[in-house]
């Protein structure tokens, strides 16, 4: 049993700040990548963010200089913080995580978050 859940989406002007926090709980032995990602209504899902378990980052050409991800290895949790905010931000924003399972020591699974709602609006 592993579960990530996300929190810190809402509702921020432009020019704005929100953080994303995003947790992975259950029966983990260990965790690799860790990503943002992000969909809007009839556009596919594209990576925001990812980081490496060494803390090496990706950014999607939009975002960087704006959004930053880090991870809290001790506490499983990844996060991302997005400033400069811009209507075009607006997007469900998921977390995932390839996670190996106790039980499977050796198999990468991936996990995925239920999403949580950026809006950015004046």
């Known amino acids: 049993q592993v579960q990530l859940v996300e929190s810190g989406g809402g509702l921020v002007q432009p020019g704005g700040s929100l953080r994303l926090s995003c947790t992975a709980s259950?029966?983990?032995?260990?965790?690799?990548?860790m990503g943002w990602y992000r969909q809007t209504p009839g556009k596919q899902r594209e990576l925001v963010a990812r980081?490496?378990?060494?803390?090496?980052?990706n950014y999607a050409d939009s975002v960087k200089g704006r959004f930053t991800i880090s991870r809290d290895n001790a506490k499983n949790t990844v996060y991302l913080q997005m400033n400069s905010l811009a209507p075009e931000d607006t997007a469900v924003y998921s977390c995932?995580?390839?996670?190996?399972?106790?039980?499977?020591?050796?198999?990468?699974?991936?996990?995925w978050g239920q999403g949580t709602q950026v809006t950015v609006s004046s």
């Open positions: 995932r995580a390839e996670v190996t399972r106790r039980a499977t020591i050796g198999v990468l699974f991936e996990y």
């Open positions: 980081i490496t378990t060494g803390g090496s980052t």
């Open positions: 259950g029966s983990i032995f260990s965790i690799n990548d």
